[in-house]
């Protein structure tokens, strides 16, 4: 399935905005895009599975929040950076 | 030989690289350009290694290091992580790294990391994988030492890891609101160590525990003597003693001794200097006056002597925090300091003045100088 890479994270998928991963669940994807770019799944999931305070995971545009949210093949899975501060 | 400034800030790290007579500073940077960088230490045992303590404010943290001076840095391959936590436990996340130590001379390879909330990791490798150290991490006292629901600023953390460089296995940590700590079996286990330490926002104001150590300091020609800045003072330590002297109570009055750093001499264990700031009514922790001044000693805080050619007069209200005041082995040993503020200032006279680095720089959170 295309997983849409927010800017903050590219500089493990080579600058590519799009990539492509596999996975029954948001937590097999992670598994699956951190063996393809190692270090990312980190940066997205704390050392608890607990999807970090500042990041957002949509399915089809609905968001998921845990990493136990099923996927299908044709799912369109975006990651943004919900930024705060000012 | 040059001396080397490893500018850590809100915005990436900054490094200015010095002359032989530390006259003029060549800029370099940013590294990690818009990510938070707490600490960027050089590994003295081969003068070439750095290690960078980095967090994107919205990603989660880890540690790079480089072997050519920053020309090219590598990401940690398993970065500082609690371990899952099973039923029962709290389970705990790594919010970022905010100290960094080289292991002791004999043992290349082995760093030390200080992350928020407070805990201990070790590297063998260079800063390529990192594990906790559990005899601190998994300490029974560990929640009674650090406790979770403290809300110190940017999150409590272990800070000021020290290794005598007599012995690998002799090492003390600092956790803010948790006090001094020492272990003399490589971290297995671990003991209090802060008798006669104010805690003045505790009902006991001198516990066991609790207290807020903001900076310690072990003098590497004297490794049984030790200073600290601490939220309650400025103290000194002479071991195998374990009953820490108020040194700050020497301080002039007016002046107090509140503040976050101490730097130390690097060859004379009586020499000391400290960053005062404003620590009455609600703590407004910038110089005092509006007035930035360094005090130093030279008798071990018998006396303080304020120092403050070169730096504003008046309204000057920086913060300078705990890392982000350092010296260098030079003779005369510089200065150095950068503020909240963005500005870094150095002495290249042991404080006899001052004069200005760079300004406009993001707020800095440590500065490191080191001889290249």
């Known amino acids: 399935m295309r997983v849409a890479i927010p800017s903050p994270l590219r500089s493990y998928t080579g600058s590519r905005e799009q990539v ?30 607990r999807i970090r305070v500042h990041i957002r995971i949509f399915v089809n545009r609905e ?12 799912d369109e899975v975006q990651i943004l950076c919900a930024l705060s501060g000012g | 030989m040059g001396t080397l400034l490893l500018v850590s800030t809100r915005k990436g790290a900054f490094f200015f690289h010095g002359d032989r007579e530390r006259r003029r500073w060549r800029a370099d940077g940013p590294h990690f350009f818009g ?13 070439r290694t750095l290690l960078a303590a980095v967090r994107p404010g919205h990603l989660g943290p880890s540690i790079y290091r480089s072997h050519d001076l920053g020309a090219t840095w590598h990401e940690a391959e398993r970065p500082p992580a609690f371990r899952k936590a099973t039923a ?23 760093w030390y990391a200080g992350v928020s909330p407070p805990a201990l990791f070790r590297s063998e490798d260079g800063g390529v994988t ?16 650090c406790p979770p629901e403290d809300q110190t600023p940017d999150g409590s953390i272990l800070h000021s890891i020290l290794v005598d460089p007599r012995d690998p296995a002799h090492l003390y940590v600092n956790a803010s609101g948790g006090g001094s700590f020492e272990s003399t079996d490589r971290g297995a286990t671990w003991a209090p160590l802060n008798e006669a330490v104010e805690a003045n926002f505790n009902p006991d104001p001198y ?14 020609a004297r490794p049984d003597r030790l200073y600290q800045q601490n939220h309650c003072g400025i103290y000194r330590l002479d071991r195998p003693a374990s009953h820490w ?32 700031m404003d620590g009455t009514t609600v703590w407004p922790r910038t110089s005092i006056d509006g007035k930035p001044a360094l005090y130093r000693t030279r008798d071990g805080g018998a006396s303080w002597q304020r120092q403050d050619r070169g730096l504003p007069r008046e309204q000057a209200w920086y913060t300078v925090k705990r890392q982000a005041f350092a010296a260098d082995d030079g003779d005369p040993v510089g200065l150095y300091f950068g503020t909240t503020g963005g500005e870094l200032w150095m002495s290249a006279n042991e404080g006899r003045s ?3 680095i760079a300004s406009h720089l993001p707020h800095v959170y440590a500065v490191v100088a080191a001889r290249v």
Not at chain 2, 207 to 220: F, K, N, T
Not at chain 2, 253 to 274: Q, S, Y
Request: hydrophobic letters at 35%; proline letters at 10%; charged letters at 20%.
């Open chain 1, 20 to 49: 492509s991963g596999a996975g029954a669940t948001v937590g097999e994807l992670l598994a699956s895009l951190d063996r393809q770019f190692p270090g990312i799944r980190f940066r997205i999931v704390d050392e608890q599975d």
């Open chain 1, 63 to 74: 968001l998921a929040r845990d990493l136990g949210r099923t996927l299908g093949a044709g």
């Open chain 2, 35 to 47: 990510q938070i960088v707490n600490h960027v230490v050089l590994d003295p045992r081969d003068g």
């Open chain 2, 88 to 110: 029962g436990e709290l389970p705990l996340a790594v919010s970022h790294t905010f100290h960094l130590t080289p292991g002791h001379s004999s043992e290349p390879g082995a």
């Open chain 2, 130 to 145: 990192w594990s906790g150290v559990d005899g601190w991490n998994d300490h029974p006292m560990r929640f009674k030492w």
């Open chain 2, 207 to 220: 516990p066991e525990y609790g207290q807020d150590p903001h900076c310690m300091a072990l003098h590497p």
């Open chain 2, 245 to 276: 002297e108020r040194i700050g109570k020497n301080m002039p009055p007016e002046i107090g001794d509140i503040g976050f750093g101490i730097v130390l001499h690097p060859r004379d264990p009586d020499t000391a200097w400290v960053f005062p």
């Open chain 2, 354 to 356: 001052f004069r200005q």
